[in-house]
């Protein structure tokens, strides 16, 4: 009688993930690794893909214009250089009209100055009030029913 083996267990390996309790700036800084690591590896492919890739173009140029005994079209010799310069005239062009009309001063108009009072009472707060407004920085403002500012809660 044949005895049953003992089943193996499969381990797998552990993976450790504390992606979740890792802050943003460090999330983006794995993936950004990450990503320049991947392009080095890519770019390290890329001599033999251009090597495979010249021999198979030498090679169908090579038959195409000299076995099968076609000539080079005069058009394309003398079409795709010129449209090749009008291409870089007109990019070149539309960059210079765009720096010759945005590069003037700065055409918005400032805005005009705000008296402290004027503030204050467009906000119906007392001078204390305004005064703590004008100098806090991350505040919550308590309003009464009529939308007027009663008192300033300041996180600092």
Same mark, same amino acid.
């Given at each position: 009688?044949?005895?049953?083996?003992?089943?193996? %267990?499969? !381990?797998?390996?552990?993976?450790?993930? %504390?992606?979740?309790?890792?802050?943003?700036?460090?999330? @983006?800084?794995?993936?950004?690794?990450?990503?320049?690591?991947?392009?080095?590896?890519?770019?390290?492919?890329?001599?033999?893909?251009?090597?495979?890739?010249?021999?198979?173009?030498?090679?169908?140029? +090579? !038959?195409? /214009? +000299?076995?099968?005994?076609? $000539?080079? $079209?005069? @058009?394309?010799?003398?079409? /795709?250089?010129?449209?090749?310069?009008?291409?870089?005239?007109?990019?070149?062009?539309?960059?210079? +009209?765009?720096?010759?009309? @945005?590069?003037?001063?700065?055409?918005?108009?400032?805005?005009?100055?705000?008296?402290?009072?004027?503030?204050? /009472?467009?906000?119906?707060?007392?001078? $204390?009030?305004?005064?703590? /407004?004008?100098?806090?920085?991350? !505040?919550?403002?308590? *309003?009464?029913?009529?939308?007027?500012? *009663?008192?300033?809660?300041?996180?600092?």
């Amino acid at each position: 009688m044949d005895q049953p083996r003992p089943r193996r %267990h499969r !381990m797998t390996p552990p993976i450790i993930d %504390h992606s979740p309790s890792r802050g943003p700036g460090k999330r @983006f800084a794995s993936g950004a690794l990450t990503a320049a690591a991947w392009t080095l590896y890519v770019w390290l492919w890329v001599p033999l893909v251009t090597v495979v890739a010249w021999y198979v173009g030498a090679r169908t140029a +090579y !038959m195409r /214009l +000299y076995l099968n005994q076609n $000539e080079v $079209e005069p @058009f394309l010799l003398l079409s /795709l250089p010129l449209i090749a310069v009008v291409c870089a005239v007109l990019l070149i062009g539309w960059a210079e +009209y765009n720096r010759a009309r @945005f590069s003037k001063t700065d055409r918005r108009q400032r805005r005009a100055s705000i008296i402290d009072d004027d503030v204050r /009472l467009a906000l119906g707060a007392t001078p $204390e009030l305004a005064a703590k /407004l004008r100098d806090g920085r991350i !505040m919550r403002v308590v *309003v009464d029913d009529d939308a007027r500012a *009663v008192s300033v809660q300041t996180d600092s």
